[in-house]
């Protein structure tokens, strides 16, 4: 069998053993651009996380305070500005501002909790607000009236006995713990 030389083969049936360079670059250029496309697509999925935390732990402590507010462990009266939330949160410094106004129904206020981190306490930024109507604690409404010095062995029209009212447990002087828990 006689062997060809290569330089007597046409270069058309030349089978190809390697890329060009312009397929080495080409190839390079669009793995490079999906890097960048996947970097900033990363970089924006942190981030929105990291704002979803931001909000959730925000939407959280305004939940806590306003709880607060609605059992009168925090006064209505008298807080004015940013002041600390001296719970324990998670990462960073948070404050929290009440605003009071009064409504179109009469005995009746509105509350408007905000919360900020410190970025936005420097700036006087809210992260979150959460806002809640209720009857005005001015009015005395949620405490129990005076017991009685009565006996307390009288009969209602539906033939129970006793002094009636309010149930819970009561101290021992027999008086009714205040509602809410708060005394």
């Known amino acids: 069998m006689p062997k060809h030389d ?8 030349l089978s190809r053993f390697g890329m060009s360079l312009l397929e080495v670059v080409l190839a390079l250029a669009i793995l490079a651009m999906s890097a960048a496309i996947l970097a900033q ?14 909000l959730a732990t925000a939407q959280i402590l305004a939940e806590s305070k306003m709880a607060e507010v609605v059992t009168g462990a925090i006064p209505l009266q008298g807080a004015v500005g940013w002041m600390p939330i001296t719970d324990t949160v ?7 501002q009440l605003q009071t106004e009064s409504a179109a129904r009469k005995d009746m206020v509105g509350i408007r909790l905000s919360v900020t981190d410190q970025a936005g306490a420097d700036e006087n930024k809210e992260v979150f607000y959460i806002v809640r109507w209720m009857i005005d604690p001015a ?20 033939g129970a006995s006793g002094a ?14 205040p509602a809410g828990g708060v005394q």
Do not use: E
Request: overall charge positive; charged content about 10%; aromatic content about 4%.
């Open 164 to 177: 009636g009212g309010a149930s819970g447990a009561g101290g021992p002087s027999g008086a009714a713990a």
């Open 90 to 96: 998670p990462r960073g410094t948070w404050y929290f």
């Open 41 to 54: 697509i990363t970089r924006t999925a942190t981030d929105n996380g990291l704002i979803a935390h931001r």
């Open 6 to 13: 290569r330089s007597s083969i046409p270069s058309r049936t």
């Open 139 to 158: 009015l005395g409404l949620d405490t129990l009236p005076a017991a009685s010095t009565g006996t307390g062995s009288s009969t209602g029209a539906g």
